[in-house]
T-cell receptor, first 115, second 108 residues
């Protein structure tokens, strides 16, 4: 399957700071990538769809000004959590749909802890 | 999108086949059945998908009923490393929407 990487794998930050998470597709170019978050003991929830060269589409209830998504190239999408608060502590996972495929491939996830 | 129903949890003995059921009675004609799994603290891993026909790959087999209202994921020889949450998702080609899944525990 396709390979997706995320960086960092975990991060701890102070409340009020911003954190950037990178998602890279290593063997395919991806026009569309997806961002999910997962709270403890819960399932994955889609946050937004990231389209290369255009604005991301956010799911209902997800603040676009708080979770900034940039998909500036076909291999890199970034999620920036701005002014992070403890309730933003979660497991953030990206995925993408390679061209010509109908199955998605997921990154290993980034665990964010906000103190 | 079609809603799926899976058992909350299942156990399986190591070396035996694990059969994970999924009901999707409201599936529409252009929706695929996808299976993913998530091992603790990792990103989901793609397992298999199908539309109408049964499918098999190196990881598992997918059996879809003729009316497409249910399916079964089969892990032919479960190992301890197959312990995970297994998600059945019915979707057209698009983002994946995850339900609660089935927590499979493979026991020695």
């Amino acid at each position: 399957g396709a390979v997706v990487s995320q960086h960092p794998s975990w991060v701890i930050c102070k409340s009020g700071t911003s954190v950037k998470i990178e998602c890279r597709s290593l063997d395919f170019q991806a026009t569309t990538m997806f961002w999910y978050r997962q709270f403890p003991k819960q399932s994955l929830m889609l946050m937004a769809t990231s389209n290369e060269g255009s604005k991301a589409t956010y799911e209902q209830g997800v603040e676009k000004d708080k979770f900034l998504i940039n998909h500036a190239s076909l291999t890199l999408s970034t999620l920036t959590v701005t002014s992070a608060h403890p309730e933003d502590s979660s497991f953030y996972i990206c995925s993408y749909l390679p061209p010509g495929r109908i199955e998605q491939f997921f990154g290993p996830g980034t665990r964010l802890t906000v103190l | 999108d079609a809603k799926t129903t899976q058992p909350t949890s299942m156990d399986c003995a190591e070396g035996r086949a694990a059969n994970l059921p999924c009901n999707h009675s409201t599936i529409s004609g252009n929706e695929y059945v996808y299976w993913y799994r998530q091992i603790h603290s990792q990103g989901p891993q793609y397992i298999i998908h199908g539309l109408k026909n049964n499918e098999t790959n190196e990881m598992a087999s997918l059996i879809i009923t003729e009316d497409r209202k249910s399916s079964t994921l089969i892990l032919p020889h479960a190992t301890l490393r197959d312990t995970a949450v297994y998600y059945c998702i019915v979707r057209v080609i698009n983002d994946m929407r995850f339900g609660a899944g089935t927590r499979l525990t493979v026991k020695p």
